[in-house]
């Protein structure tokens, strides 16, 4: 069996006020493994609509997309790695941010699939996600792809993962957390 990828981290401003991160960390709390496909598409589900609902707030972010087996197998193996590992910025919470010194705080949501390759949802996210070089990092097409994200059918999904830094508000990233190299490969979304 041959295998594509298809993964999305965005990074967003916690708001005042904003559910975004209560949302999804009770997207993610849940145990997939014991899912039925129906509940682990409405957890996804949950998590879409949540982004969608605050991408004015998302302001970096990154995705791919590949067809190639040993790529795939390699990223999805990349991509996993980052939920069974220490990917803070510092061994300590950030605080409270101070809305009126302009200290926001931030999240990063991490998403990807093991697909099938040449499966239904394979061939709808290869199609989806063929953006030209030069409109890949604007926000209206993280909602383009996050509005496909409902069409994903688990039967086509080998394996997922999904998770969120930070479980715990009082941990949030801070701006200068953002410039630590671990975080290079998330773009300035215009």
């Not at 697909?115 to 926000?139: A, E, Y």
């Not at 994903?152 to 990233?173: C, N, Q």
């Amino acid at each position: 069996m041959e295998h594509s990828i298809f993964a999305m981290e965005v990074c967003a401003r916690m708001d005042a006020g904003s559910t975004l991160q209560r949302t999804l960390h009770e997207a993610v709390q849940v145990q997939f493994e014991k899912m039925s496909l129906q509940y682990k598409w409405y957890q996804y589900r949950r998590a879409q609509m949540a982004l969608l609902s605050n991408l004015h707030a998302i302001e970096k972010g990154c995705w791919d997309y590949f067809d190639n087996d040993s790529r795939a197998l390699n990223d999805y193996g990349m991509w996993s790695r980052g939920m069974i590992t220490e990917e803070g910025a510092r061994k300590g919470p950030s605080g409270t941010p101070d809305p009126y010194r302009g200290q926001p705080r931030y999240l990063t949501f991490t998403m990807a699939f093991l697909l099938i390759q040449g499966s239904p949802t394979d061939r709808m996210l290869r199609t989806v996600c063929d953006i030209p070089k030069d409109r890949l990092w604007r926000r209206d097409v993280f909602g383009h792809i996050l509005q496909n994200l409902g069409h994903v059918s688990f039967a086509s999904v080998k394996s997922d993962v999904i998770y969120l830094i930070p479980r715990d508000e009082g941990w949030a990233l801070t701006a200068d957390d953002l410039t630590d190299p671990k975080f290079h490969y998330l773009r300035k979304l215009v």
